[in-house]
């Protein structure tokens, strides 16, 4: 391959990954191509691509960028999932179709250059939470002081009015209403 050739791709995988989190390192080898466009179909239905990778011009293209800590994992042929909100939700969908299509080999993954190795990683990644969930538990637990605060608050309040709302039944009943004390 020449050089200009080489320096396309790279130029191409700059372009194509510029941006990119953090992904899924795969091995396709082996899947039938039925299988294959099936995977690649249903993937691109939930905005996540993969890529075949030849590898010395990937490490070239992700250098000094978050796929960078994925280099461990780029010898031998490698393809990379990537995509969707966040690398977890492709983790997740990538190790749901490895349950279905047993020549899927899930190598590596990383998200913000953290890097999780083998299978292990790859299905560890996928159980951590997307940064939605991440915030909205932030959130939850940021406002669940303030819901037992308001709530106590409320409390004495809603004693309080109980306790007017009796009187007010008794007097229109003609009741006498006595000092307690």
Known sequence: MSKTVKEMIIEDYQRRFEGVEGGVILQIRGM???????????????????????????????????????????????????????????????????????????CAASIDGVYFEGEAGVKALAKYPTRDEAQGTVVTLLLSPYRNLVGAAKSPGSKLMGVVKSLEEKLEKGETVTKVG
């Not at 996540?48 to 070239?60: E, G, R």
């Not at 990379?80 to 279905?100: D, Q």
């Open 32 to 106: 039938e191509a039925l299988d294959n466009n099936v995977l690649r179909n249903e993937l691109r239905k939930k905005s996540i691509n993969i890529t075949v990778l030849k590898n010395t011009l990937a490490k070239k293209a992700f250098a000094d960028t978050d796929l960078e800590a994925l280099f461990p994992a780029l010898n031998g042929p490698a393809a990379i999932a990537y995509g969707a909100e966040s690398p977890v939700e492709v983790a997740r969908e990538i190790v749901e179709w490895a349950k279905k299509v047993k020549e899927l080999e899930l």
